[in-house]
């Protein structure tokens, strides 16, 4: 009897423990019904009068109108709470930071920063949007999946006119950055819960890694550059046979390597060379290309096939990396430092520690009438449009948005939020702006990086076009003083990977889908096809080329990809681009 | 032949039989590779963070360190936040240690004596919260309620008292002080007070020693409360900065000024992952050899007879 009545006890308290674990929507709930007021807040804080006058600042007032016809000071005296990540700064006071300060003085509006670790980032704003204990503002990356799950929390700034009477400078340079403009900030119920930061990053991030063939081996083995994919094989078994790393031992070359495991080094890239290529989309994203704004299949087509077979020739031939499916990125990497791949794919060969007059981009076309297209598009969107995020809960939204758009309210302003103070990592000289490379040879300086200089949220506090950053085509730096232009040095890893990016962004694919925010309900849906097929697909693509591909294991491939979803997930993406969701 | 056999082998020695010495020879190989299983490990880590991190990364076996270098631990020590960390660490664990420590035994005690009023009610509430809690949303509201959200005292408090420890402290109590002592000790004219300072914690020592050990490790290892309940960086324990300077080195490379850096700081990250593991478990190893006699017995007791 003892027993059972303790069995029920214990039965009530676990049921009492899992209706305490879904008490947390109850938790939003509330917090979406005292969300009401800030609103109102926020529409009745609309400018009127003229604190300027007031406070009688007339040095502020005529930079203010310069920028967004609001005093700069019309919200002083107000106080923020503010949480950001601790960037690459070791510094975690704020407001020692010249962006900020200069911000406080124009403005006079006070930030109190809660600056947290990276890694307590997470934790603490998940917590702190389950709890409802919200700050003014976030200032970091919140995150697409924080806010779509805690869509309440966030205020709606798509409220008619205050984007416009606010933040006016962020709406001047919102086209130059989303081809589709403020819709790229868009839910689909029509609200904005967050706000832009960062640049787009051009000649630099639109490709993915490239492939490149190691040019010393080609001299050893004295070959030419291979344009062809048999071209290629003969190469490659060149590369096998003969010692053509020069280390005395003609048997430690891998001709071609690669690292599952590790992003952007996949096999999945030689698909290029056959005419499939992916956008920026993980590996699952070589198996869709958008042509003629059409969303077409590339997994069910005779070139995925050919890439197979080729492949598993290389395979069969010890041409490629035996260990590639099963490697860790770090491992792949130790190979590149010891020379043993003569083929591989890298973000540029100086960031591999390799020097970049020995590598070469490698080329090839693997079908004939199949034109090759590089993987990446030509326009990759590199802002954060989650990283200026305002509570629900916040009483000083308005503040909030003038104290942002202040931030952007010149082009001195923004490099400074970007790159910190001026003369050190970025100067003036005759108007125009410069990268500059003194601050290096500054013993103030010394022990410190470009990074822990500027550190992350500096950088990321605004939203620059490329018009604003455009002291680089990253040729010219000031150097002792004077704006020089730069030869070609090929130990910068910057200066080698543009030099890339330029020369082979053509091949990459002109269509994509634009920027946005998707409806999770509708992503899930994406989510759960890939769920089963990209394991499927990913066995498939693994095993033919470990094994080969027959007749009946494709066959059975092209069943399995109606089987597991295929068309379906293409026809989500046709329906993403076409802006239905 | 037999007075032969006398002279060759001494008399007191048991001849061992052939299928003995082979056990004893399996026994002693299994127990020499368990050893080398163990400590290899502290040993690769040890070396590791000697080591050139290309031949770490190559995946090489190392039996010494080769390409020798510190480099892990001039970047960890070079670092202003290792050292409030490690000040943060110590002074959470000498307080939170000696304030769970004293609670436990205080507790402990109370619990092994037979005349506690409501023993067995109480003993099945702390039980409880040993399978139910509240979750983490809900404590965090409560501490956030109390006031000691991002407060030093949280980080002395929470954690400090196990229900565990104090059951293997009662479980020891009552095995180790029988109530005859009380009774002889109460018709001395001994108070409770007298009785637990002067006799029973001289008699308790080795499950002190256990209790402190316990205590001390989880206070120097923990690092989740931190990251939930600090916001201050200056208050953080050590285990949450080298977290973060670890997460630093592996980061996405997105500084585009300064790739090299980055990259090689990447390739660092392996070294610098084994400089942090030693660095931070230094201390306790250092300490471990001075509480183990009692460690031993302590656990012993307080769990066999539990």
Redesign the interface.
């Known amino acids: 009897m003892r027993k059972q009545i303790l069995a029920a006890a214990?039965a009530v308290?676990?049921a009492?423990?899992a209706l305490?674990?879904c008490?947390?929507g109850n938790?939003a709930q509330t917090s979406e019904t005292t969300a009401a007021p800030a609103t109102e807040a926020a529409t009745t804080a609309a400018p009127t009068t003229s604190a300027a006058e007031e406070n009688g600042s007339e040095a502020q007032t005529e930079a203010a109108e310069e920028t967004d016809g609001l005093p700069a000071d019309y919200f002083a005296g107000t106080e923020l709470n503010i949480y950001a990540k601790?960037g690459?700064e070791?510094d975690?006071d704020y407001n020692k930071k010249l962006i900020f300060q200069m911000a406080e003085e124009a403005t006079g509006i006070h930030v109190n920063w809660?600056?947290?670790?990276?890694?307590?980032w997470s934790?603490?704003v998940n917590?702190l949007l389950?709890?409802g204990?919200l700050p003014d503002a976030f200032v970091s990356d919140v995150g697409e999946s924080a806010i779509r799950d805690n869509m309440e929390l966030f205020y709606d700034l798509s409220e008619e006119g205050l984007l416009e009477t606010y933040v006016p400078n962020l709406l001047e340079t919102i086209p130059d950055v989303y081809p589709n403009g403020l819709d790229a900030l868009r839910w689909p119920d029509g609200s904005i819960r967050s706000l832009p930061t960062g640049r787009p990053?051009t000649d630099?991030q639109e490709l993915k890694w490239l492939p490149m063939i190691n040019k010393r081996w080609l001299e050893r083995v004295n070959m030419d550059m291979p344009t062809t994919a048999d071209e290629l094989y003969e190469v490659l078994c060149a590369f096998r046979d003969q010692d053509a790393n020069g280390n005395g031992d003609p048997n430690d070359e891998i001709p071609f390597g690669f690292a599952e495991q590790k992003g952007n080094v996949d096999i999945e890239q030689s698909m290029n060379y056959f005419g499939i290529a992916n956008t920026r989309d993980g590996i699952i994203g070589h198996y869709k290309m958008i042509k003629d704004g059409v969303v077409t299949p590339t997994a069910n087509t005779p070139e995925m096939r050919a890439w197979l077979e080729y492949m598993h020739k290389l395979m069969a031939e010890g041409l490629l990396d035996p260990e590639g499916f099963s490697q860790t990125g770090?491992?792949w990497?130790?190979?590149v430092?010891?020379d043993l791949y003569g083929v591989t794919y890298m973000f540029s060969p100086?960031?591999?520690?390799l020097n970049f007059d020995d590598w070469e981009f490698l080329w090839v076309q693997g079908l004939e009438g199949v034109e090759p297209v590089l993987d990446g598009i030509k326009y990759y969107d590199t802002t954060h449009k989650t990283e200026f995020a305002i509570s629900a809960k916040s009483e000083n939204v308005p503040a909030l948005l003038h104290w942002y758009n202040w931030l952007a309210s010149s082009r001195e302003l923004k490099m400074i939020g970007f790159l910190g103070d001026p003369g050190v990592?970025w100067d003036e000289y005759e108007g125009e702006i410069y990268?500059n490379d003194d601050w290096k040879k500054d013993p103030k300086y010394e022990g410190e990086?470009?990074?822990t200089l500027?550190g992350?949220l500096g950088k990321n506090c605004v939203l620059l076009s490329v018009k604003d950053y455009a002291y680089d085509d990253r040729n010219t730096h000031i150097v002792d003083g004077v704006p020089t232009v730069l030869e070609f040095d090929p130990t910068d890893?910057?200066q080698g990977?543009v030099k890339l990016v330029k020369e082979y962004l053509p091949l990459a694919q002109d269509e994509y889908i634009l920027p946005k925010f998707e409806d999770p309900d509708v992503v899930g849906q994406r989510k759960f096809i890939e769920t089963d097929l990209t394991p499927m697909i990913s066995n498939f693509v693994a095993t033919s080329i470990m094994e080969g591909v027959t007749d009946e294991s494709w066959d059975t491939f092209l069943k399995n990809l109606e089987t597991y979803g295929y068309y379906d997930w293409i026809e989500w993406y046709q329906n993403s681009y076409d802006g239905n969701f | 032949m037999q007075s032969m056999i006398r002279t060759q082998k001494p008399a007191n020695k048991i001849r061992q039989s052939w299928d003995n010495r082979l056990f004893d020879a399996l026994a002693n190989t299994f127990l020499i590779l368990l050893t080398i299983i163990t400590i290899y490990p502290l040993w690769f880590i040890l070396v590791a963070s000697f080591t050139d991190y290309k031949l770490i990364n190559a995946g090489t076996l190392l039996l010494y360190p080769r390409g020798f270098q510190t480099a892990g631990y001039e970047l960890v020590f070079e670092d202003w936040r290792v050292w409030t960390g490690y000040a943060n660490t110590l002074f959470y664990t000498i307080a939170g240690t000696f304030f769970g420590a004293m609670v436990t035994i205080l507790a402990g005690y109370a619990f092994s004596r037979k005349d506690l009023p409501g023993s067995g009610i109480l003993m099945k509430l702390f039980i409880f919260t040993m399978y139910f809690g509240g979750g983490l949303i809900p404590t965090y509201i409560m501490i956030n309620k109390l006031g000691l959200l991002d407060t030093r005292l949280l980080m002395i408090l929470q954690g400090s008292i196990s229900v565990h420890n104090i059951i293997v402290v009662r479980s020891f109590m009552k095995t180790n002080i029988p109530d005859e002592l009380l009774d002889a000790a109460t018709i001395d004219g001994c108070g409770n007070g007298t009785f637990f300072v002067s006799i029973v914690m001289p008699l308790s020592k080795a499950i002190l020693a256990v209790m402190v050990l316990y205590i001390a490790v989880s206070h120097w290892n923990s690092y989740f409360n931190a990251l939930i309940y600090l916001t201050d960086m200056h208050k953080y324990p050590l285990q949450v900065f080298l977290r973060e300077i670890l997460l630093k080195t592996v980061q996405n490379a997105d500084v585009v000024e300064n790739m090299e850096e980055v990259l090689e700081m990447q390739q660092m990250a392996a070294t610098i992952r084994y400089s942090m593991i030693v660095v931070s478990t230094a201390p306790i190893l250092c300490a471990y050899p001075f509480v183990q006699k009692y460690f031993v017995k302590g656990v012993m007791i307080g769990s066999v007879k539990g």
């Open positions: 214990l308290g676990m009492v423990t305490a674990g008490g947390n938790t601790l690459n070791v975690t809660t600056v947290l670790s990276a890694d307590a934790e603490q917590l389950a709890s204990n990053e630099y770090d491992e990497t130790a190979k430092s010891q100086v960031h591999q520690g990592l990268l990086t470009a990074s500027t992350s890893s910057t990977r």
